[in-house]
């Protein structure tokens, strides 16, 4: 009979291929193409909605729909539970706009589905075809700062005194010096092409990003470039190359951690996330499940470096491309449904499994598994995750405050007070490119952050967006430019 030799096949498989049951994911997520940031407010292109959109129907496909293939447990497949998720991003048009073509992509309009009954019988659909009004909320705590896309400068809005001079601390750096010096004369060399936009004393290794966002860029979508003959395809390649270690050198610091400031808050609202869907009941249809954060590609750098992804994969050394994302999957092969279940998991039942796209992850470009932390294994129990996690993560006001050496605004109620969270991420340093002491850089940064914070909240207010803070805090998180320090994206 056939059932013999399919139990045969069926006993070949890895357990955790026949039992294996995403609890949650949380996904962050970069925005897709826009328009330069030499010619600020940049904008979302339809080019960028595109890539987005199509990223947002692979994790359709992956976690939600009702044929996915990592089903995440109870999770509505058609009408969005808005309980369910969590869709979020700073203050910043591109990252919101990329966030709201996510939402329609995982929840697309629902057609006849969408109908509602009203109590004298009528029948009405939502416009649209049954749109799906999925909200975008503003974090006051986001991994990436405020007007991240219109910020030329890693740490300049971070707020975070010793991560703006430990950054500035690149430029006085040998690697630093050395490229700047080696690479004069081709950035001079190619000043016919953006002459229009640096001039010969900003046309440096100072400007590598600067410099390639505007050729990339005007590669996408400019029919004719002045000079274009001098981008052969080395030299299109030479200048990724120089600004991807230049953002690198900006983002992390082997010896400095507190480099990497953004990584660190990412880490800690990750982890918050997932804890809360392990504690959740299993039972419970409206736990919160889904994730998703949209923010900048030095958040992306950040990260990597702290999780030693930068020694896994030379993707993890660079600027990530558009639409890139990088998801972290709570899976358990314990049983969770049926009479037998219990309340709620335990988390020794409980692992972790890290997938990262290079640009839309999509059919034919998945997301790929990748190990954390220098280990060879790309699914590690949860108590491992967590461990290694806290080794830099930041995840309150007092921790971030002692890790950033600030003293004044938000830090002034708690720097006699002691955080829960990781203050790891500290390092020291001693000099600066740009003559900031960490106390001066302090003073500068809560003066200024204290006027753009009441503008962004008035600006959300009359916007009529909501402002959210992401996971369970001891005190008070501090605000979103002075939580973090992803600032390009």
Known sequence: ????????????????????????????????????????PTSLTALGADQVYVSGQWYRNRYIASNSTHTI????????????????????????????????????????????TLANGEEVQAPLNGYQYIPVNIVSSAASS??????????????????????????QSSEYLELLSSTRQFYQDLLPVYNTTFDSSEATFKNAYAIFDYVHVSQIHNASIPSDGLLTNDTVVQLQTLANAHELGLAFNQSEPVRAIAGSVLAAQIIDALNDTIESSLKKKSAERFNVQFGAYATFMSFFGLSNLTSVNEDFKGIVDYASSMTFELVTNATVNGTDAPITVSPDDVSVRFLFSNGSASDSAPAQEYPLFGQTETTIP?????????????????????????????????????????????????????????????????????????????GAALAGFRVVKKGKRAVQEPTASAAEAGTKA
């Open 73 to 116: 447990l109870n999770i509505a497949s058609d009408i969005a539970l808005l309980s369910q998720m969590s869709i979020t991003a700073p203050v910043d048009n591109v990252l919101q706009s990329s966030a709201e073509v996510f939402t329609q992509a995982i929840y697309p309009p629902a057609g006849t589905a969408a109908t509602q």
């Open 382 to 458: 949860w108590s491992d995750f967590v461990t290694n996690m806290q080794k830099f993560s930041i995840g309150d006001t007092p921790s971030w405050c002692t890790a950033c050496g600030n003293s004044t605004g938000v830090c002034a109620s708690s720097s006699s007070s002691s955080g829960s969270g990781s203050a790891s991420a500290s390092g020291s340093s001693s000099g600066s490119g740009s003559g900031l002491s960490a106390g001066a850089a302090a003073a500068v940064g809560v003066c200024s952050l204290l006027g753009l914070v009441l503008l962004l909240i008035l």
């Open 146 to 171: 405020s007007g991240a896309e219109d910020n030329p400068w890693l740490q300049g809005s971070s707020g975070c005194a010793k991560a703006v001079v430990s950054s500035n601390d690149y430029f």
């Open 1 to 40: 009979m056939a059932i013999k030799p399919l139990i045969a096949l069926l006993s070949l498989l890895p357990g955790e291929a026949l039992t294996e049951t995403v609890l949650g994911a949380y996904i962050f997520h970069r925005h897709g193409d826009r328009t330069s940031k030499s010619w600020p």
